[in-house]
């Protein structure tokens, strides 16, 4: 069936370091989102990727979609303690269903 | 953006009683609706599609008759964990998709529920 598995499960990382999120499905998917949720939160909506190899920027966040369209990154540069939370790529694939990824928790230490 | 509600945000039952979830898209019409429990420290996994007039569309493994599931419009669908057990304790987060001004299947998700049953 649909997988999608992400590494790590967990970062920390020290406050101006920088962190990466790895994404990849067992099948090509037609787009890739990402999402972050706060503890206690619940997912909040960060982009989405739809073309091959698509690469996009918001801020510090750089979110890439592989060639293949199996895979996905999101790095974020020079971490803040707002970033802390959890961070799930979800895939659609081509029966119109979305597929979460495990999760990446995030930690910033000060 | 657009807006989700859930209620109730946490109900606390006993086992064998029957628990109502709602889930409402506050300023936009939803085309589909989908229903995700998630487990402490856990992703979230799509227990089911339900789009308006149709039955759901349940993922492999989700009892149907046990997670029954209405979409009587196109602003509320309902989650209703029948005869309710201690390992049905979790987290229901709903999303919707189709908002105004969403852009490429984007999902608004609920506040979510936490349902415990003792």
């Known amino acids: 069936g649909q997988q999608v598995m992400q590494i790590p499960q967990y970062q920390h990382v020290q406050e101006g370091e920088d962190f990466t999120t790895y994404c990849n499905s067992s099948?090509?998917?037609?787009?890739i989102q990402w999402y972050k949720q706060r503890p206690g939160g619940h997912p909040v909506f960060l982009i989405q990727?739809?073309?091959?190899?698509e690469v996009k920027k918001q801020k510090r966040l750089t979110f890439q979609f592989g060639e293949a369209k199996k895979n996905s990154s999101l790095h974020i540069t020079a971490t803040q303690t707002t970033d802390v939370g959890t961070y799930f790529c979800?895939?659609?694939?081509?029966?119109?269903?979305?597929?979460f990824g495990s999760g990446t928790k995030l930690n910033v230490k000060p | 953006g657009a807006v989700v509600s859930q209620h109730p945000s946490w109900v606390i039952c006993k086992s064998g009683t029957s628990v109502k979830i709602e889930c409402r898209s506050l300023d936009f019409q939803a085309t589909t609706m989908f229903w995700y429990r998630q487990f402490p420290k856990q992703s979230l996994m799509l227990m089911a599609t339900s789009n308006e007039g149709s039955k759901a569309t349940y993922e492999q493994g989700v009892e149907k008759d046990k997670f029954l599931i209405n979409h009587a419009s196109l602003t509320l669908s309902t989650l209703t964990v029948t005869s309710a057990h201690p390992e049905d304790s979790s987290f229901y987060i709903c999303?919707?998709?189709?908002?105004?001004?969403?852009?490429?299947?984007?999902?608004?998700f609920g506040p979510g529920t936490r349902l415990t049953v003792l």
């Open positions: 999303s919707a998709k189709g908002g105004l001004g969403s852009s490429y299947n984007e999902q608004f």
């Open positions: 990727l739809v073309k091959s190899g």
């Open positions: 099948t090509t998917l037609s787009n």
């Open positions: 979800a895939g659609l694939n081509n029966f119109n269903k979305f597929y």
